[in-house]
């Protein structure tokens, strides 16, 4: 019953239910209007001696004028100025009256409002006059029509109103439904390139050792069977070693993700380049414990990135990196290696998108990055924040 009552006092205009919902308004402003018409007629003055026209006849205009009510939702002012001179003539008529008006108080603004209700309280004087023999006194009929007309504006406005503060909730709603999908959105997307850039970084170091003992193999023709195998190994643990780390990024259902390198693993990291025939000088002066877990795989990533930019595009197959820092002063990464002369292949190297992913990774952490080519080498260094 209440939510009935608050569906007829607050519609939902996405609603599929408001035909229905539109007939059962109908159904109860009729019923409404018409008994509380009845109801004066039987305790009012209609029925004496003196009345303006026959009982009867103001039951069939109040039952007429009952009718209009059926189109009242689409103006509602229209079928109240067509109803208040009825007032004048018939009591019954003032139940549908009082339905139009609280219709129009629920559209419309109340300066229109309170004329309206005048003109229906002038209405009732007007019914004074026409009869012989008032039983009451004019004040009576005054009274009553302004207490109920007050009334039907008030509730009409105070429907208005609740009904504006319900559709800027629901809209308010609709908003915050509509940003929790793009948030929702956002942080697929934020994945998706966090994913993308992990499986970048990761992809293209294990694939340039691949690349480069399956060049090996290539030019050797003449290895023998244990440099062949020793070669052929080294390629099916870069690829196995590549698996799991995408492994690592993606996450595989039913399973814990492994841990993600950090500042400890770059040792290891130089370890497997100088396994690949990479010459690498590396320098560590790092005090303190470890970094935050952001800031540390942060530094194993570019130490990775440099060092894979350094075997494709680097003069020869060398490259020195330089680790420094403690808490408070912040963790300096350097890597340095020969850089061969530009040309139309190593010239969209500083737009190339491990190191615009390097950039975004830094700049997450809070940190600086510059990279470049002067005086025959190319340089990378970053520096990161590390609190103490």
């Known amino acids: 019953m209440a939510a009935a009552l608050f569906a007829l006092l607050v519609p939902d205009p996405t609603s599929d239910r408001a035909a229905a919902r539109d007939r059962l308004a109908d159904g109860v402003a009729v019923t409404v209007a018409l008994g509380y018409g009845l109801t004066m007629l039987r305790i009012g003055d209609a029925t004496a001696a003196g009345a303006a ?32 001179p009825f007032g004048a003539i018939s009591v019954t008529a003032t139940g549908p009256i009082l339905a139009a008006l609280f219709t129009a108080a629920v559209r419309h603004r109340a300066r229109l409002l309170f004329t309206l209700g005048a003109t229906h309280v002038g209405t009732g004087v007007v019914y004074f006059l026409l009869q012989t023999d008032p039983p009451y006194p004019i004040w009576v009929d005054v009274v009553m029509r302004t207490v109920t007309g007050a009334a039907a504006i008030g509730w009409g406005q105070f429907v208005q109103a609740y009904r504006r503060l319900t559709a800027s909730l629901r809209a308010h709603a609709a908003r915050l439904e509509a940003e929790q999908h793009l948030r929702v959105d956002q942080a697929r997307l934020t994945e998706r390139a966090r994913i993308a850039r992990e499986m970048h970084d990761v992809l293209a170091h294990r694939m340039s050792l691949i690349s480069l003992h399956a060049g090996a193999l290539e030019v050797r023709t003449d290895a023998r069977p244990d440099e062949v195998a020793i070669a052929a190994g080294a390629i099916r643990s870069s690829a196995h070693e590549a698996l799991e780390e995408l492994r690592a990024v993606v996450g595989v259902a039913g399973r814990p993700e492994p841990p993600q390198p950090g500042l400890g693993d770059v040792p290891e990291l130089v370890a497997s380049v100088r396994a690949a025939g990479m010459r690498v000088e590396f320098a560590a002066e790092v005090a303190g ?26 003069s020869d197959a060398s490259a020195a990196i330089r ?66």
Do not use: F, K
């Open 53 to 84: 026209i026959p009982w009867p006849v103001d039951v069939l205009i109040g039952l007429l004028c009952a009718v209009p009510l059926l189109v009242r939702r689409r103006r509602p002012v229209a079928v109240l100025l067509a109803l208040l």
């Open 289 to 314: 414990d470890d970094p935050p877990t952001m800031v540390g795989r942060t530094v194993y990533r570019i130490a990775q990135e440099a060092l894979t930019n350094a075997r494709r595009h680097g």
């Open 323 to 388: 680790l420094a820092g403690r808490p408070g002063d912040g963790l300096r990464i350097e890597v340095v290696n020969p850089s061969a002369p530009p040309d139309g292949r190593t010239a969209g190297r500083l737009g190339g998108m491990g190191l615009v992913g390097i950039g975004e990774r830094v700049a997450l952490a809070g940190g600086r990055v510059r990279y470049g080519a002067e005086d025959g080498e190319y340089r990378l260094e970053a520096w990161l924040p590390w609190p103490r």
